[in-house]
């Protein structure tokens, strides 16, 4: 059984998904892969100890603080590679940002291969069940551009701002899906 609760934030309306103990999904409005992960229908159910926990974790957020991820528990579900490219979003500091590429060699070197492509690493990222706190808004092209986030162009940026990162290199994508 899946739970879901509605919270208000910046960046508008977000939902929240639980498996009773453990967070597995938070989408933004209009997200793209919105409930993907979760297979079954949800319940309201907004008093859940977790969601109190996630709400109280991104009001600190919005509210500018630093709040640790591993204050709450989270279990998305994606297969281990997924789940492997989400662990090293997590490892990416406040008000900065990484590229899939650097990504792509985290992990060819995780998994002692030669080398990983850029583009599974995006499909990974692009697939992240918990936007925001799982932070794959810090994540650009190699080129400094800003594509390839589910929630939007315009929400990936506020949350960028949000947090204090540096645009003056980042660029809007000139064409995609992204935009």
């Given at each position: 059984m899946y739970y879901s609760a509605q919270h208000s934030s910046?960046?508008?309306?977000?939902?929240?998904a639980s498996d009773g103990s453990s967070l597995v999904g938070l989408w933004l409005q209009g997200q793209?892969?919105?409930?993907?992960?979760?297979?079954?229908?949800m319940a309201?159910?907004?008093?859940?100890?977790?969601?109190?926990a996630a709400k109280e974790w991104l009001d600190k957020y919005f509210s500018g603080q630093k709040p640790a991820i591993a204050e709450l528990p989270l279990a998305?579900?994606?297969?281990?590679?997924?789940?492997a490219v989400w662990e090293i979003l997590c490892s990416i500091?406040?008000?900065?940002?990484?590229?899939?590429?650097?990504?792509?060699?985290e992990m060819?070197?995780?998994?002692?291969?030669a080398h990983m492509s850029a583009q599974a690493v995006g499909g990974a990222v692009g697939h992240n069940p918990i936007s925001i706190i799982i932070?794959?808004?810090?994540?650009?092209?190699?080129?400094?551009?800003?594509?390839?986030?589910?929630?939007?162009?315009?929400?990936?940026?506020?949350?960028?701002?949000h947090?204090?990162?540096?645009?003056s290199k980042l660029v809007l994508p000139a064409k995609g899906t992204a935009l």
């Open positions: 910046p960046v508008g309306t977000l939902t929240l793209k892969y919105f409930g993907g992960t979760v297979a079954q229908a309201e159910s907004p008093r859940l100890p977790v969601f109190n998305p579900y994606g297969s281990e590679f997924r789940r500091p406040y008000g900065e940002v990484i590229t899939y590429g650097e990504i792509a060699k060819a070197a995780r998994m002692h291969r932070p794959c808004h810090r994540v650009v092209g190699s080129n400094g551009s800003l594509t390839g986030y589910a929630g939007g162009i315009e929400k990936k940026i506020r949350l960028l701002e947090e204090g990162a540096d645009l």
